[in-house]
């Protein structure tokens, strides 16, 4: 009787711990199943967002930001309007993306850069990416050039802030960094447009001698 118990017992535990190895295959299956078909889904994502993106830039290039609707971008990319809403809610939100992007650690300075190499790191970074920026820096889009304007105050105005504040200590800073902030806007715009016969430093060069020209030869007022 106590062999046949201890018997039973044996095939009992053999019996438990091939079913534990069974599910265990199957749960490892099923995982498997489940981590590539979120592979494929994140891959099938990540094509319709670069389709709608790309869609979107060529239309800012062909159209221009304000007349491209969101049908445009859908029939160009050639996903359903559910889809597009599924990734972007309107295309304010593309744009807001594409500018996240064209910011994301630019304006970040190494503390071994001088002035001049930053500011020509900027100008070049601009000119790789001028089919995601010309339009918009031509077309003075607004919602572009405030968040440039807020990148700019904020790193390349306080370069050159104390030597302007001395000449000119009569006049709001605010001006001051306006005049700033649009200067290099401009100078940006004139290079891309018209100047591209010049080098990232050359143009780097005028921008940092017209400032200087302000500053050492301050009007009498």
């Known amino acids: 009787m106590g062999i046949y118990i201890l018997l039973s017992f044996v095939l009992s535990n053999k019996i438990q711990r091939k079913d534990r190895s069974k599910r265990s295959v199957l749960f490892s299956s099923e995982q498997f ?46 996903v359903g309007r559910s889809t597009f809403y599924c990734h972007y809610e309107s295309k304010e939100l593309l744009l807001d993306e594409l500018c996240r992007y064209l910011f994301h650690h630019l304006f970040e300075r190494e503390e071994h850069l001088t002035t001049e190499d930053y500011l020509a790191h900027i100008f070049l970074h601009f000119q790789k990416n001028q089919d995601h920026v010309t339009s918009l820096l ?84």
Request: net charge negative; charged share 25%.
């Open 33 to 78: 199943v489940s981590s590539v078909y979120m592979l494929k889904r994140d891959r099938r994502v990540n094509k319709t967002k670069k389709a709608i993106y790309q869609a979107f830039l060529q239309l800012l290039n062909d159209k221009g930001y304000d007349a491209t609707t969101v049908q445009n971008i859908i029939d160009l990319a050639d």
């Open 138 to 221: 031509f077309s003075k889009n607004d919602y572009f050039l405030r968040q440039l304007h807020k990148e700019l105050e904020h790193h390349v105005y306080p370069m050159v802030t104390d030597d302007l504040q001395e000449a000119y200590p009569n006049i709001p800073a605010s001006y001051l960094q306006h005049f700033v902030v649009t200067n290099f806007i401009e100078t940006l715009t004139w290079w891309l447009k018209k100047g591209q016969t010049y080098t990232e430093d050359q143009v780097v060069r005028f921008y940092l001698e017209v400032m200087e020209m302000t500053y050492t030869t301050p009007l009498d007022i």
